[in-house]
């Protein structure tokens, strides 16, 4: 051909590359609480060789400390919180020089804030419910297993809010699930699997074996609670209503009008508690328990329980259900949630200021009484089975694989 042959000019440049590593940050932080642990970021070259380099960022929530501006060096990066609200928040760290290939380099820094910051539970299995006595003591119970296997139950315990939580009680290879825990004062109540009943009188430090003598061991005891040291129910499977008025040593078996699993029990005081179960179960006793009544309901497959007073009472179920009551239960009325998932627990501080935790990692909160609810950021898929709170900012929720969650700003 005419133009050949043709030239294709190559230039080869030699000479050192910026290295900055990682080149991804992600901070995880909770709306109103601490700020994120500092992160390390390095700033260096392919060779080792020294450079110097300037470094820029938008956002105010975050800082680079440390270095003179001379690599190779570290540097720490720092997050502040203070007056974020929650979501997610992004910025880069851009890093330049005149004197080094491949600028500039980029940082991407990620920072997710939830009301709802993760703690570590130690132990990466179902956790049934959640109690805390005052902001710093508090206790977890669950079990290690499955439906194919023994179920060994066991109790965590924190004296510092859930910062650190450690492992107290393991029932291993003994089909012990366990599924509630109560305190009133000092004395502390599990139940669980296979009729299992654990008593502590030292405020949770040492945990006895006791046993009610009165039905098949074979059974489930689902959820126990007590108004006074003395007095104190346990229900469960097989419509099962335990009493007692002698902080345990003797029980009694009340007569139950359903043979249905019962799931959740509350009382307001000695005289007035509310049960709810499977399918159309509520019940309702107003002499402590010597007679149980239905209530209606609507037909819901209910799951848990909550009265704030003799009035003002609330049931939560599957399918989104949350249905309230004004009149001690002589009429329940459904409220909205918008959500399908199944609700597992709840809990109010007062009338107005109440949690709801189900499947999906749901978390659902209203401040009138459950006229409305709201969706609460948890950042997690888990199934959540307990809510408790020691005021109206401080809560915490548990849920499968070990997962503890807390709040210091109501969840909002």
């Not at 050192?16 to 992600?26: D, F, I």
């Not at 074979?218 to 129910?233: C, E, H, M, Q, R």
């Not at 043979?259 to 107003?286: C, E, K, P």
Request: aromatic share 12%.
């Amino acid at each position: 051909v005419d133009n050949s042959p043709l030239y294709i000019p190559i230039t080869l440049t030699i000479g050192t590359e910026m290295k900055v590593a990682p080149q991804y940050l992600s901070f995880v932080g909770a709306v109103n609480g601490s700020n994120p642990l500092p992160q390390s970021l390095y700033v260096g070259s392919s060779s080792g060789e020294t450079f110097s380099y300037n470094r820029s960022k938008s956002a105010s929530w975050l800082d680079l400390l440390g270095g003179t501006g001379m690599a190779p060096e570290s540097l720490s990066v720092n997050i502040d919180i203070t007056g974020l609200s929650q979501g997610m928040y992004l910025d880069t760290i851009l890093f330049t020089s005149d004197e080094i290939l491949n600028s500039p380099q980029m940082v991407v820094c990620s920072l997710s804030l939830s009301p709802w910051f993760l703690q570590q539970s130690g132990m990466p299995h179902k956790l049934e419910d959640v109690y805390f006595t005052d902001e710093t003591h508090g206790w977890a119970v669950g079990f290690v297993g499955n439906l194919d296997t023994l179920k060994s139950g066991f109790i965590l315990s924190t004296s510092d809010g859930g910062a650190q939580w450690h492992l107290d009680t393991l029932l291993n290879n003994s089909n012990t699930l366990l599924g509630a825990i109560n305190f009133i004062d000092n004395y502390g109540w599990i139940v669980g699997q296979s009729g299992i009943i654990l008593h502590s009188s030292d405020g949770g430090a040492t945990w006895a074996k006791i046993s009610s003598d009165l039905i098949d061991t074979s059974l489930t005891l689902n959820d126990v609670y007590f108004i006074s040291p003395a007095k104190g129910w346990i229900i469960g499977d097989s419509g099962v209503i335990l009493n007692t008025n002698d902080s345990g040593k003797t029980w009694s078996l009340q007569t139950s009008p359903t043979s249905r699993y019962l799931r959740s029990v509350i009382f307001v005081n000695t005289n007035n508690g509310w049960i709810v179960g499977d399918y159309d179960v509520i019940l309702h006793t107003s002499d402590g328990g010597d007679h149980w009544s239905y209530q209606p309901n609507g037909q819901y497959d209910l799951r848990g329980v909550y009265f704030s007073d003799v009035n003002n009472g609330w049931a939560v179920g599957k399918s989104g259900t949350v249905i309230h009551t004004a009149d001690g239960g002589s009429s329940w009325i459904k409220q909205t949630t918008n959500i399908t998932e199944n609700l597992s627990a709840l809990y109010f501080v007062n009338d107005s200021l109440g949690w709801v935790v189900g499947n999906k990692g749901t978390v659902l909160y209203t401040n009138d009484g459950g006229n409305s609810w709201t969706k609460q950021f948890t950042d997690t898929n888990e199934w959540l089975f307990s809510v408790y709170f020691v005021d109206s900012l401080t809560g915490w929720v548990v849920g499968n694989n070990g997962l503890i969650l807390k709040t210091q700003s109501g969840g909002n």
